[in-house]
């Protein structure tokens, strides 16, 4: 199965006014991605997705002008050899790190996507899982800053969806934030999981503070305090209170995931499909995991393409975390652009698509309708 064509599309939409949501990060004002294509001599097709990382026209030229002639001629079903070749090439000897990470990724998840339509079957069954109805949390772009009536509504609606866990966005000023979280746990009561992201907004006085608050909440959860790579900060904060650190979704390579097992201080991890390195580094992600004794919870990403693969990964866990549903309005590209659509349950579950690879399907016709928008995505 040669692969005879590799092309990178960037894409993005610009989010309506109304569905904006400010977080620890700015107001968010568009959605980007970038999506892999991947044709083999026989035509058949995979497709894949890269984390857009702020940049995604830079994400698409990386793809195809340099990882392109890497795998043109190669086979497709060789996805640990190719991934290897990138690594040394890319990562491993002068190459753009991050950037490359979150390339590799959408190809390697485009691979993995080959490989189920080439077998019949769908992705988590080529990983040697079964079908499973995966817990699932409210999260996205979503419960952001605003007035506290407007997000006890929010959380209401969940709620009522169907939903039995679900994100809130941290990161205004320590009273504030312990405020909303109380009154959103009343509106709730204790049947619904609450859980906490304050996207690297705090300082390690405010992060001991709201900790100790959400010691009495009951959440589930504390992410991402502080930048991912302030180690110190989080080994700093490890003795004040009880609720689990999570991170994961800004480290990339199963490296990264071995310094948090070797700390001891982040147990909840968090790695997206779309930047830690794809399927294949999430599988070894997953073993130093097992082995700590440690749960994954997979950060979603933009498109339905992540959605699929990380639907099927977590089927393929033994042990697998939450599912990350995209809760946010106003994202087209998960939307419009990727058919069928996954939708939770009564229960608050997921079931991967059953299709073959990823199970899901993009509309090519719809790609020009998504130019990419040029400036920043938060504000």
Known sequence: MKITQLEAYAVSCPVPPAAQVSLGIGRTLKRDAVLLKVITESGLIGWGEAHAGRAPSVIAELIN???????????????????????????????????????LSGLDMALWDLRGKAAGKPLYEVLGGTRQALRAYAGGISFGYGPTEQLVDEALGAQSAGYRALK????????????????????LGPTVELLTDANCAYSLEDARYVRAA???LGAGWLEEPFSAHDFLAYRALAPHGR???????????VEAFERLADDGVVRVW????????????????????????????????VTGLNVAASLHFLSALSNPGYFEADYSTGNRLRTHLCAPLSEVSEAGNFLP???PGLGVSIDEAQLSDYPVLRGVGYR
């Open 65 to 103: 002008a340099t990882l392109a002639p890497l795998v043109v001629g190669e086979s497709a079903s060789d996805i640990q050899g190719l991934w290897t070749r990138i690594y040394r090439l890319q990562l491993a000897s002068h190459g753009t790190g991050a950037a490359a990470a979150m390339a």
């Open 168 to 187: 809130l966005r941290l990161g205004m000023d320590r009273l504030t934030d312990v405020a909303r979280l109380q009154a959103v746990r009343a509106a």
């Open 214 to 216: 959400l010691d009495e």
């Open 243 to 253: 609720t689990p650190l999570a991170a994961g979704e800004n480290h990339f390579l």
């Open 270 to 301: 968090q790695p997206d499909l779309s930047k830690c390195g794809g399927i294949s580094e999430a599988l070894r992600i997953a073993a130093v995991a097992q082995v700590h004794g440690i749960q994954l919870h997979l950060h979603t990403s």
């Open 353 to 355: 698509p059953t299709g």
